[in-house]
């Protein structure tokens, strides 16, 4: 979708038969954020649905008392 300041690729990866999309399992899992700032895209409202419903759950990430989101950590 993008490269980012720093040359990383922003993508939404797919399965090749595009059912399964990565991005969402790692966010449905706890295991990653919904970047607010940057997904701006349709998708991203059932992202940030995903992301509610794992944090509600305290799947991964989320079963930490306070997860510092990655954007924070390296401003630190």
Known sequence: MDTDRYG???AVVQTQD???ILNE???EAGLAWVYRKY???EF???WLTL???AKAAGDGLW????????WEYRRK
Do not use: Q
């Open 44 to 46: 991203c409202r059932d």
């Open 63 to 70: 079963s930490d008392s306070n997860p510092i989101p990655p």
């Open 18 to 20: 595009t059912t399964a």
């Open 8 to 10: 990383r690729t922003v």
């Open 39 to 41: 997904c701006k895209a």
């Open 25 to 27: 399992a790692l966010i």
């Open 51 to 53: 992301e509610r419903v």
